[in-house]
C-alpha cells in the first residue's frame, strides 16, 4: 500500500524560503509523474507543481518563478523549493501522483506570517 509523507514545512516570514520534502513507501517515486499540491483552510486543494519521471517541470501561474519542483532518484524523493513566500502561499502542501490516485498523506504545514 502507498503511504506519502511531506516534510519541511514551518513557519516563515513573507519573503522567505522553505524546502518541501516527498517521500513514500509502496511506490517507487521515479516511475511517476508527482505533483504538490495546497490546501487553505476554507479551500479547496488545488495543484502547485509537477514533475515528469523524465524531469519535465509545469507550475501553476501563483506560483511560477518563485517555486522549484525537483527530484532525487537515488534518494527517491520530490522535492518543492519555495522562495519568495507570500502570505498567500499559508496552507498545508501535500504530494500526489498527478491523477491523485494515491491516498493522501498528512501533509505539510507552511504558514507564511510576520
Known amino acids: 500500500q502507498v503511504q506519502l509523507v511531506e516534510s519541511g514545512g514551518g513557519l516563515v516570514q513573507p519573503g522567505g524560503s522553505l524546502r518541501l520534502s516527498c517521500t513514500a513507501s509502496?511506490?517507487?517515486?521515479?516511475?511517476?509523474?508527482v505533483a504538490w499540491y495546497r490546501q487553505a483552510p476554507g479551500k479547496q486543494r488545488e495543484f502547485v507543481a509537477l514533475?515528469?519521471?523524465?524531469?519535465?517541470?509545469n507550475y501553476a501561474d501563483s506560483v511560477k518563478g518563485r517555486f522549484t519542483i525537483s527530484r532525487d532518484n537515488a534518494k527517491d524523493t520530490v522535492y518543492l523549493e519555495m522562495n519568495s513566500l507570500q502570505v498567500e502561499d499559508t496552507a498545508v502542501y501535500f504530494c500526489?501522483?498527478?491523477?491523485?490516485?494515491?491516498?493522501w498523506g498528512q501533509g505539510t504545514q507552511v504558514t507564511v506570517s510576520s
Open positions: 500526489n501522483r498527478i491523477t491523485r490516485s494515491w491516498p
Open positions: 509502496g511506490v517507487i517515486l521515479s516511475a511517476y509523474t
Open positions: 514533475i515528469l519521471s523524465e524531469g519535465n517541470t
